[in-house]
């Protein structure tokens, strides 16, 4: 921090010193929003949703994704959060930077343009905004250096935090193969024994990544005791968590509408393959 | 809290602020509700997949195609049809194909192409008529699938 002698000048050099970073964060912000989100703007299956996909399911998908932001920003975000008013801020403004790259970039791509509906535009530019939103706040532990502060209220976050930060790895990963056909062709031409391999795979190599990100700097595996509780607390719930998540992103993503739920399984174990790899590697990503 | 460490002896593990610490401190019973659940969650998975492994037959998409109702538009009509695959595999490109008939002759023939219709499962379409399917025989037929 600024060291003014002098209250008055050392309290603007303050305020310069805290909008200088917050402009570089917000360049940031834009700079991870578009690096995460251009394979997803790229993909057709998005585009189409766009203009068909049930309105409900998007408000679903659009509000679901603002608590994540939310708790992203507590950990990581735009700029030093201290209250959880200025997370909710910083999710809104993780939003509009999402919502603003993404429309740029579609226009660019023609991807939207004029002879368009509204609603399509609409609802083309929501699809692509929020993997835009959650890149603008991973953006800062990508490109920038995380302060003091944040790295320590990562560590504290205990528990839940190590469970929340799975989540969003699973996310960020999933979403940008969620829409795709490929995913769910994956799905229907395996048989259910590859299907079983696929999830037994994932497994092992979230526990080995686990393993390795979280007991590094330590000697040993300390204990068999301690080996089975970090398989079940963080491999298995992780796990869990995954598939959870991919099955609510088969579902806003229409993938679950008629289909019979052990092929819905298939396709959540699919999905869950980039979804457990992000969710392990989650601490070295965000 | 000092279990876990008690194997460490080369003294890597001085970052005292280390992502291990939320491994080791002893659980709470929250979080031993919350590996339960996520161990149920897990097993099912497995015990289902595994199911179906076993007692699946493995055999060909088994295709069927019902009316789910006629709706009069502007210029046309529309058929919308449900399109069930009871079989155990995934059949693509299904093509469907609509006939009305007059006295055994068909005057009309519409068809439609889904992409996938995955096992033991349900999609929907709708074929259109210029001629109004209540005043003839309305015949429906899957023509054919490939393998995904």
């Known amino acids: ?286 | 809290m000092g279990g876990s460490r008690q194997g460490n002896e080369e003294g890597g593990g001085q970052s005292g602020a280390d992502a291990g610490d939320a491994a080791a401190q002893p659980p709470s019973r929250l979080e031993w509700i919350v590996a339960a659940l996520g161990l149920l969650l897990v097993a099912s998975a497995l015990g289902l997949l595994l199911y179906e492994a076993v007692t699946g037959d493995g055999g060909p998409p088994d295709l069927s195609v019902t009316v789910r109702d006629t709706l009069t538009m502007d210029d046309h009509y529309l058929v919308r049809v449900a399109l069930r695959n009871e079989g155990d595999a995934t059949a693509a490109e299904v093509q469907v194909e609509g006939e009305l008939l007059r006295d055994g002759e068909a005057t009309e023939t519409s068809a439609i192409t889904i992409d996938f219709v995955p096992a033991q499962s349900q999609r929907q379409a709708g074929l259109i008529f210029r001629l109004d399917p209540a005043a003839h025989e309305l015949r429906l037929r899957v023509l054919g699938y490939s393998e995904p």
């Open chain 1, 1 to 286: 921090m600024s060291a003014g002698s002098g209250v008055a000048r050392a309290k603007s050099a303050e305020t310069d010193e805290e909008a200088r970073r917050f402009r570089l964060g917000l360049a940031r912000a834009y700079g991870g929003a578009v690096i995460f989100a251009l394979p997803v703007m790229m993909t057709m299956e998005l585009w189409w949703l766009g203009f068909y996909m049930n309105r409900w399911r998007l408000l679903v998908y659009i509000l679901a994704v603002v608590p994540l932001l939310v708790g992203l920003s507590r950990l990581s975000g735009i700029r030093e959060t201290y209250r959880w008013r200025d997370d909710v801020i910083d999710a809104l403004v993780a939003i509009s930077v999402g919502a603003t790259s993404s429309a740029a970039v579609l226009m660019l791509m023609s991807i939207i343009g004029s002879g368009m509906t509204t609603d399509e535009v609409v609802g083309k530019i929501a699809l692509q905004s929020l993997p835009a939103a959650i890149g603008a706040l991973v953006a800062q532990s990508e490109f920038g250096s995380q302060s003091e502060e944040e790295e320590r209220r990562k560590q504290e976050s205990g528990y839940a935090g190590e469970l929340f930060l799975m989540l969003v790895g699973a996310i960020y990963l999933g979403l940008t193969v969620a829409p795709t056909e490929e995913m769910i062709l994956i799905a229907y031409r395996m048989s259910d024994w590859h299907a079983i391999a696929l999830l037994l795979a994932s497994l092992l190599a979230m526990h080995a990544i686990v393993y390795a990100v979280e007991f590094r700097g330590q000697a040993a595996m300390p204990g068999d005791v301690s080996a089975f509780r970090v398989f079940l607390r963080f491999t298995v719930v992780g796990y869990a968590i995954v598939l959870l998540a991919s099955l609510y992103m088969l579902w806003v993503f229409g993938r679950t509408d008629g289909v019979s739920p052990h092929e819905v399984l298939a396709a959540a174990v699919v999905l869950g393959l980039p979804g457990s790899l992000g969710a392990a590697a989650a601490r070295l990503i965000i």
